[in-house]
Structures are given as C-alpha cells and as structure tokens.
C-alpha cells in the first residue's frame, strides 16, 4: 500500500532556531500534501494544504511567515517551523492524497528548550 | 462549515467486550467518511472508510455504517481485545484529493485483560 515517510520522528531545538520537518510518499505521486498539529490528547488541527508547485493554503489563525511550507516535488513537501518557541512544541503530522485516499506519516515530536 | 464530533473518551472497557464508538457529522454534500486508529507516539493508520451512504467499512472485526439519514457512522466491534488500545478518530471529507480531511476530537479507549 501507499507509504508516506516522515522525518525526524523526534527533534529537540533550542529557542529562536528553525526545524525543518519532511514529508515525502514512496510509492506514488500526491499532487496534495497535507500538514497538520496535534497537541496532546487533542485532535489533529489542519494548519495548511500543500499543493505541488505553487503556494500553500494556510487555515485561519495559522501564521504562513513562522511556519513555511515547499512542496517542490510530487513526492515532497517540507515544512520549516521558523523562529521556534517553546510553545511549538507539538506533534506534527503530514498526509499524502493519493488515488486510494489518504496516507499519513507517522508525525514529528517537536521540542523547543 | 463540515464538522465532525464524536463520544468522549475515555472508554474503558474489558477485553471481549461490545464496543461501539458514536459518531456524527455535518458536511454538505455526500462527503466520504473514515475511522483513524492512532496508538500512543504514532501517527495516524486508516482503519476502515465508506464512500456513500449504505456503505459498510470493516477491517480486523470492526465495521461502521454510512447512514445518511441520521448523518452518522458508528464505529463497532463485537470483541475487544487489549490489543485494541488506543485513540480513535472518526473524520469527513470531500470526494476529491484537494479536499482536506476534517477530524473529530478522537476518543480513548482502554481495554483491560
């Protein structure tokens, strides 16, 4: 089946750098990539949708400067969490839209110190 | 908007036992809809999905059915194992690969020997 690798699945970083988190499908082409935040015992917030080749659509409230998004490839989209705080800290998950559905990575644990 | 809600956890049940997990949607439209199962430090594994209303998803004992007229999809299982802990998430989307997936809030379910 379709497989969406997610990397780092863990990354600890100090306050005021950035970290970069990559979502990339193995097997198939997802022209839409999508890239969500959980924070704990909550449910998934969708903070932007990545479309291959142009500007990502970023949901309400969600600021695009502080978090980047590049989707520069079929096959992989890459979102950089700029200026890190403390209250970045989350998990951060990506999913893939391919021809079966939706395929999700197994998320990043970001720790900002 | 679409929205998706969903029985508040936790639900702790003992292993062999009847679970049913209660879901509701709001969309407009014929959207398709999902059961996640997410374990703890994991992300997200599709467990079933219905496409339109009458559809019946099933996979490893559980099953939900797509019922247009009470707008829900129920998630169930006959036997509960241990193995069966963790977070559940029902979700909605549109029917193509732009179309974000809407989460509910997830419920937790424990299953004791």
């Known amino acids: 089946g379709a497989v969406v690798s997610q990397h780092p699945s863990r990354v600890i970083c100090k306050s005021g750098t950035s970290v970069k988190i990559e979502c990339r499908s193995l097997d198939f082409q997802a022209t839409t990539m999508f890239w969500y935040r959980q924070f704990p015992k909550q449910s998934l917030m969708l903070m932007a949708t990545?479309?291959?080749?142009?500007?990502?659509?970023?949901e309400q409230g969600v600021e695009k400067d502080k978090f980047l998004i590049n989707h520069a490839s079929l096959t992989l989209s890459t979102l950089t969490v700029t200026s890190a705080h403390p209250e970045d800290s989350s998990f951060y998950i990506c999913?893939?839209?391919?021809?079966?559905?939706?395929?999700f990575g197994s998320g990043t644990r970001l720790t900002v110190v | 908007g679409n929205s998706v809600t969903q029985m508040e956890g936790p639900v702790t049940l003992s292993e062999e036992a009847f679970l049913t997990i209660n879901c509701t949607y709001t969309?407009?439209?014929?959207?398709?809809l999902f059961w996640y199962v997410q374990y703890p430090g994991e992300g997200l594994q599709l467990l079933l999905k219905a496409t339109k209303a009458d559809d019946k998803g099933s996979n490893k004992g559980f099953e939900a059915t797509y019922r247009k007229e009470t707008t829900s999809f129920h998630l169930e299982k006959g036997s509960v194992q241990v193995s069966d802990s963790a977070v559940y998430f029902c979700?909605?989307?549109?029917?193509?690969?732009?179309?974000?997936?809407?989460f509910g809030p997830g419920t937790s379910l424990s299953v004791i020997p």
């Open positions: 979700a909605l989307s549109g029917k193509t690969s732009y179309d974000k997936v809407i």
């Open positions: 990545s479309n291959e080749g142009s500007k990502a659509t970023y």
């Open positions: 969309a407009t439209g014929y959207p398709s």
């Open positions: 999913s893939a839209a391919g021809t079966d559905g939706y395929t």
